[in-house]
Nanobody, 121 residues
Framework: VQLQASGGGLVQPGGSLRLSCAAS????????MEWYRQAPGKQRELVAT???????NYASSVKGRFTVSRDNAKNTVYLQMNSLKPEDTAVYYC????????????????WGQGTLVTVSS
């Protein structure tokens, strides 16, 4: 599975951005999609999860402001970010938890390239 993230940019506090993550390859093997972020000098943190079954989960710091969704026809997952704060500034990464079942079972996490979100006036 290959992932291509896009949509980052500069936005003022209180503004909105929508990140996209387009997946290709063995789409049916994806069990969950996640969005992570890494701020300068900090560890990467999990922001949002969307399972194959449609369950979602969010970090407490973004709950109520961020929404993860998908368009199956486009093989794309989105992260809608509203009411952005300066502390949301980070490089955002999408990731896929993949389980490929063939002669053997192969489980791995695939990462997209990061997209920078800067929240500043």
């Amino acid at each position: 599975v290959q992932l291509q993230a896009s949509g980052g940019g500069l936005v003022q506090p209180g503004g909105s951005l929508r990140l996209s993550c387009a997946a290709s390859g063995s789409i049916s093997s994806i069990r969950a999609m996640e969005w992570y972020r890494q701020a300068p000098g900090k560890q990467r943190e999990l922001v949002a999860t969307l399972t194959k079954g449609g369950d979602t989960n969010y970090a407490s710091s973004v709950k109520g402001r961020f929404t993860v969704s998908r368009d199956n026809a486009k093989n794309t997952v989105y992260l809608q970010m509203n009411s952005l704060k300066p502390e949301d500034t980070a490089v955002y990464y999408c990731a896929a938890d993949v389980v490929e079942i063939g002669d053997t079972v192969t489980a791995y996490r695939s990462w997209g390239q990061g997209t920078l979100v800067t929240v500043s006036s």
